[in-house]
């Protein structure tokens, strides 16, 4: 069955330091592959997405992410964090399977960014 | 601007009465979907539907429904509340099933005491 998998349920990280947040999915399929962000008491919005080519995707707020289809992973990275960028991140995936799109979220990574 | 609105924000019931969470988009997307987020377990699939007339359970649809009688609206409803459904529910759009974004509403926040 296909899942997606953000190890780190929380990742703390001093401001103006850099950060990835792990993402591993799990298919035997090809996937479509997204991440978003979620502010507090906010619905979530789209931070980048890799459909196909070029394996280095580059997202809003200064975020990338890089799909590795032999580790089955799509880190998110960012340089140099902000305390803005202090919210959930979910990691998803779209797969056919069983004759439909299946879309699936993983269960979120808390960036706590500290002053 | 194309938009995707919850109502009511936050709603508090009572157990065993009948819930309706309405979800209205502008984007004229055909797909739309019901999640439910708490804490440890992400985002969850309660509902989503493909198109008018077009209804789908997802991984924790019992004890709820969804119908959908046009484009813009999925509303959604607890037959008999539980506490058990206390939980911040979100409603999604997508213009397509694959390669497309779900955009999100601001989500509602429903106890059930």
């Known amino acids: 069955a296909q899942s997606v998998t953000q190890l780190d349920s929380q990742v703390p990280v001093f401001e103006e330091a850099p950060v990835e947040l792990r993402c591993n999915y799990s298919?035997?399929?090809?996937?479509?592959l997204f991440w978003y962000v979620q502010y507090p008491n906010q619905g979530l919005q789209l931070l980048l997405k890799?459909?196909?080519?070029?394996?280095l995707v580059k997202g809003i707020n200064g975020f990338e992410a890089e799909f590795n289809k032999s580790q089955t992973s799509f880190h998110l990275r960012k340089p140099s964090v902000h305390i803005s960028d202090t919210a959930e991140y979910f990691c998803?995936?779209?797969?056919?399977?069983?004759?439909?799109?299946?879309?699936?979220f993983g269960t979120g990574t808390r960036l706590k960014v500290l002053a | 601007d194309a938009e995707i609105t919850q109502s009511p924000r936050h709603k508090i019931t009572e157990t065993g009465r009948q819930v309706t969470l309405a979800c209205h988009q502008t984007?004229?997307?055909?797909?739309m979907f019901w999640y439910r987020q708490d804490l440890g377990h992400g985002l969850r699939l309660i509902h989503y539907?493909?198109?008018?007339?077009?209804?789908n359970k997802g991984e924790v649809s019992d004890g709820y429904s969804v119908s959908r009688s046009n484009t813009e609206d999925l509303p959604l409803t607890l037959e008999s509340a539980a506490s058990s459904q206390t939980s911040v529910y979100f409603c999604?759009?997508?213009?397509?099933?694959?390669?497309?974004?779900?955009?999100f509403g601001p989500g509602t926040r429903l106890t059930v005491t």
């Open positions: 998803a995936v779209s797969v056919f399977t069983s004759g439909t799109y299946k879309y699936i």
């Open positions: 298919s035997s399929v090809s996937v479509y």
């Open positions: 890799y459909l196909s080519g070029s394996t």
């Open positions: 984007w004229n997307h055909n797909n």
């Open positions: 539907s493909y198109g008018v007339q077009d209804t």
């Open positions: 999604a759009s997508a213009l397509t099933r694959d390669r497309q974004e779900q955009y």
